[in-house]
């Protein structure tokens, strides 16, 4: 069997896990987010800020995928909602099996919304269904404005594009426009917020939005 | 055959092919960096103000390795150095056989340093050897000072650490002693490095060291 043959198999085998995992969430009406970006983006601080605000409005749990230590979970936890860690011992991303195995672990009964916060990279968790809802991309204005050109392939299965650490523009030499630019040139449906966990900016328009996704599948 | 016997025969023949590349670049007394880091921690920036202060003093090349786009290769070249690109075409790391057909195509008879930049990942590139002298790991302050914890195989087989983006330290709640701790954890024979593209901080450091290991293998 050739390596081609091989990766084709294991890709039809995560579809195919994907496809009960979505089954399974759409039956309970969970609304699913996949958050995809490079380590360090900052997409546990999105997610604790989120879990700040709608708490006590939306019912939420969290899984939290890491190559190693349980470190974001202890973190999650913090807020009192449930949270499944997924310890990928150097995978380099979140399978559906994996996902599918942390599903079992979460009361997810009358959970509205279910945060999936992928191993940080952004090439590889691009290829992996995991029976989300959504796929959202956290990108850092830190990283640079040619990161979907470099990286396409993520930003073109995305639904949106959180580009967090705002408050640290003025001392970039980043260009926003050109950042949203090459974004949309990539995949022109892409929704995009602008956010800053230290100052709260943006914040307010992420969660409507959430919460706009999540109520409607009610 | 299983898929665990696969990834041994790739690696098994990742490292044979990485093990000819070391063969001839220390034929030819050249000192191979293998820069590795997540997207937009500035690696190429790093390039940059190094080829910048050495040209002159030392003959370098540079490999570039990207998933799409010859971006960083076109930056590089208006240094005058010679530059290969590597399109991996979705790949999340460079394997030896791609920089044997690189090496190939680059000019390296009294060339004395070569910095390879990988793609930009923090998982999959530590597991293949492509024949370099030293693999370096860059870190931008603002990807957080968990990093070596939470990627550990990366900081485990590197020779180096570069700390970039220090100019943003006042504006990030980022501890740079956890960061030294947390790394040292990982790897106690760590060297380090503290720099800022944007100041120049640190860089004459930086370039004494690769000078220094660059100029013991003449």
Redesign the interface.
């Known amino acids: 069997?050739s390596?081609i043959t091989?990766e084709r198999k294991?890709l039809e085998k995560n579809d195919e896990i994907a496809r009960q995992n979505r089954a399974l969430l759409e039956k309970l009406s969970v609304f699913a987010i996949n958050l995809l970006s490079?380590?360090?983006s900052g997409k546990t601080s999105l997610l604790e800020r989120v879990l700040e605000r709608l708490i006590g409005r939306l019912k939420m749990a969290v899984i939290e995928g890491?190559?190693?230590?349980d470190?974001d979970a202890q973190r999650v936890a913090r807020y009192g909602v449930p949270v499944a860690q997924i310890v990928t011992h150097?995978g380099?991303h979140l399978e559906a099996k994996l996902v599918q195995d942390a599903l079992v672990r979460l009361p997810l009964e009358g959970i509205q919304t279910l945060f999936i916060e992928n191993?940080?990279?952004?090439?590889?968790p691009a290829n992996f269904d995991l029976g989300e809802t959504v796929k959202v991309v956290v990108?850092?204005t830190?990283?640079?404005e040619?990161?979907p050109?470099?990286?396409?392939?993520i930003f073109r299965v995305a639904h949106a594009l959180v580009i967090n650490?705002m408050?640290?523009l003025p001392?970039?030499?980043f260009q926003l426009e050109d950042l949203r630019r090459n974004a949309l040139d990539v995949n022109p449906a892409l929704a995009m917020f602008e956010t800053s966990c230290?100052t709260g900016a943006g914040i307010d328009e992420w969660c409507d939005w959430l919460l706009d996704r999540a109520s409607s599948r009610l």
């Open positions: 069997m390596i091989i294991i490079s380590p360090g890491d190559v190693h230590t470190l150097g380099c191993v940080g990279n952004l090439v590889c990108i850092s830190t990283e640079g040619d990161k050109l470099k990286y396409p392939a650490k408050d640290l001392y970039l030499s230290m």
